[in-house]
């Protein structure tokens, strides 16, 4: 009797990706338009949605069908609402009509005026470091910082959770990479004694909070395992700048290191609501940088009217003025009902809330749920994090009203129990 064929296999992203070399380049485009054709995850139908209109706690947005809707906006990483604040909006339009909508040059060359100058001097005294530099993304800051200070022969240890842009960074640094499992600071240090006593270059990072989990690093251990086995240590503020501390100046003020961090590197596109990166430390460093970093040296510098609009959110941050305490309020509010009613928040420490789905198609049919009940989170699936841990992520805003958080509990918890993720 003639055995039955093996059901045909499922593709799923990861198969379109490079891998051998064995198929004809564009194959895999090929192969991944039938893919959306005929199989379509359902929860892409809620990506690159159109925004009517200025992001705020509430926005209107165009599905992909053509209808429109006002949300509940729980995806963005505004976490101040600092991209409409009068005072933000107001400094980005008088620079609009001095410099022009953008610079033309890159940072090294004509592309640098008295704004950068300004921003970069604001972002040193935030952290109360020597220097500053600029760069006009936040990825791509990451990926030209590692490959800078690192190449063939030195080792970068990262925690598995860090961002991609800093694992981007390590395979064209050249260097060796370590990773070691998210926050275990034995398995951490089971690789730092494990390191090669000549092999002196060493850079441990981590972000300061996790993009995923919202969690916090343990910089204080890390720390103390960097100076114990001679690493530099760098940190990713991105998610903990304007949030984590008790002025919003991040981790390393959370943990009392303020000035003990080799390199501080963060992002303009998270509470600040812009967009470019920046890193602060020595003003030798900074100067090393500005020569070797090549996402710097052949990249345009950020538009002047983007520029002067940061100047005004550091202005704000640095009065503590920026909306921390009405962000933490909200935090405080949703956060332990979430918890209440029963859902898988992880271990999160900030505004960045993960509700643990752990099934793709359940993930899928509850994001559409929500938005049809004027509520927009964010979806988050392979390969941002395993499918196991399929999540919706939910961003908290400090304009966020106690009424509009009432509404997503509520339908939050409504769904939650029609998909048993809740008793």
Request: glycine share 10%.
């Amino acid at each position: 009797m003639k055995a039955p064929s093996p059901a045909p296999r499922v593709e799923t992203f990861e198969d379109f990706a490079s891998k051998d070399g064995s198929h004809e380049l564009f194959d895999k485009i090929d192969r991944l338009d039938v893919f959306m054709r005929e199989t379509y995850p359902g929860y892409l139908s809620g990506l690159g949605l159109e925004m009517l209109g200025a992001v705020r706690n509430q926005v209107g947005i165009r599905e992909k069908d053509g209808t429109a809707h006002d949300v509940i906006m729980m995806g963005s990483n505004s976490y101040l609402s600092l991209n409409t604040h009068p005072r933000v909006v107001a400094a980005s339009e008088a620079a609009l009509h001095e410099y022009g909508y953008g610079m033309g040059s890159v940072s090294l060359l004509a592309g640098t005026s008295a704004l950068h100058r300004e921003l970069e001097r604001r972002i040193a005294a935030f952290y109360g470091t020597e220097d500053a530099i600029l760069f006009p993304c936040g990825y791509s800051g990451n990926v030209g910082i590692v490959a800078a200070l690192c190449g063939p022969g030195d080792v970068v240890i990262n925690d598995a959770a860090n961002h991609a842009s800093i694992f981007d960074g390590c395979k064209l640094s050249g260097a060796d990479v370590k990773v070691f499992v998210h926050k275990n600071l034995k398995h951490l240090e089971k690789i730092l004694r494990a390191l090669p006593e000549a092999q002196r270059g060493r850079l441990l990072i981590t972000d300061g909070v996790f993009s995923m989990d919202g969690d916090v690093a343990p910089l204080d251990a890390l720390h103390e395992l960097a100076q114990r086995y001679g690493t530099r240590l760098m940190i990713d503020e991105a998610h903990a700048l304007g949030v984590i501390g008790p002025t919003g100046r991040g981790t390393a003020e959370h943990f009392g290191l303020q000035g003990k961090i080799d390199v501080i590197y963060g992002t303009l596109s998270k509470a600040p609501a812009a967009v470019g990166g920046y890193c602060a430390g020595s003003a030798n460093l900074v100067q090393y940088l500005r020569y070797y970093a090549r996402s710097y040296v052949f990249s345009s510098s950020l538009p002047a009217p983007v520029v002067a609009g940061l100047i005004e959110v550091f202005g704000l941050m640095s009065e503590d003025a920026a909306g921390r305490t009405a962000l933490w309020k909200n935090i405080h509010y949703l956060v332990p009902r979430l918890q209440a009613l029963g859902f898988n928040t992880g271990a999160t420490h900030s505004a960045i809330i993960p509700l643990i789905i752990g099934d793709e198609p359940t993930l899928s049919e509850i994001h559409r749920e929500l938005r049809g009940e004027g509520v927009f989170t964010s979806v988050v699936t392979y390969p941002a994090v395993r499918r196991k841990e399929c999540r919706l992520r939910l961003s908290l805003m400090s304009t966020h009203t106690p009424e509009q958080l009432d509404r997503v509990l509520e339908v939050l918890e409504r769904l939650g129990r029609k998909y048993g993720l809740i008793p």
